[in-house]
Structure formats: structure tokens, C-alpha cells
């Protein structure tokens, strides 16, 4: 069983930056692949990035491509999205999950588990 708690989300201008956490409860987070995805009002929950658990290999979403960047901290059982050149499409709620111990870290919302309660982002423009 895996908590997470997201958290720095708030209101920024476009062109700013944000860094958003997750903490993770439990021993054993290195085993997980880790995920961000984002939902707007009215749309479905979407990819943002992920990380995995094996080499912290990244992918991400070709519309963050560039500007947001996913990174893990084993030790602290915390994964981060730093989001620089925001932009008014980028505001959503963002929440973190966690996959299947040792599984990679895919796209598909369905291959996660655990699910944090989600940050709210918004950016003005």
C-alpha cells in the first residue's frame, strides 16, 4: 500500500514556474514506477510524465516536452515536476501515482494504482 500527498501547486503568470511534490508513505518507493497526470475541467485525466523505478529513466507528454521535468529522491521517498514556461493550457489539477512494484512506467492512466488527491495549477495569462 502507497499514500501520496501532492503538494506547491497554486496560481502563477504565464512564463513562470512552479515545482510540485509528492510524498510517498512506506519502505519501499524505489520499487515504483512513478507518473504525473493532469485533468482540466470537463476533460479527461491525461499523461503528463513519468519516471521509472529501475534507472529513473523519464518520459513525458509532447505538450511539456522541454519544459517540464520529472525527477525522484529514493532516499526521501519524494518524486517533484518542475514546470517552467508555463502556459494557460497547463492549468489542471495534477496528481501523482504510483504503478506496479518493479513495471515500468507507462502512459496509461489504468496501469497506476495509487493515486494522490491532486494540486490545483493555474496559470493566468
Known amino acids: 500500500q502507497v499514500q501520496l500527498v501532492e503538494s506547491g501547486g497554486g496560481l502563477v503568470q504565464a512564463g513562470g514556474s512552479l515545482r510540485l511534490s509528492c510524498a510517498a508513505s512506506?519502505?519501499?518507493?524505489?520499487?515504483?514506477?512513478m507518473g504525473w497526470f493532469r485533468q482540466a475541467p470537463g476533460k479527461e485525466r491525461l499523461f503528463v510524465a513519468g519516471?521509472?523505478?529501475?534507472?529513473?529513466?523519464?518520459n513525458y507528454a509532447d505538450s511539456v516536452k522541454g519544459r517540464f521535468t520529472i525527477s525522484r529522491d529514493n532516499a526521501n521517498n519524494t518524486m517533484y515536476l518542475q514546470m517552467n514556461s508555463l502556459k494557460p493550457e497547463d492549468t489542471a489539477v495534477y496528481y501523482c501515482?504510483?504503478?506496479?512494484?518493479?513495471?515500468?512506467?507507462?502512459?496509461?492512466?489504468?496501469?497506476?494504482?495509487?493515486w494522490g488527491q491532486g494540486t490545483q495549477v493555474t496559470v493566468s495569462s
Open positions: 519516471i521509472n523505478w529501475s534507472d529513473s529513466s523519464t
Open positions: 512506506g519502505r519501499t518507493f524505489s520499487r515504483y514506477p
Open positions: 501515482a504510483a504503478g506496479r512494484p518493479w513495471t515500468i512506467a507507462t502512459m496509461t492512466s489504468g496501469r497506476y494504482d495509487y
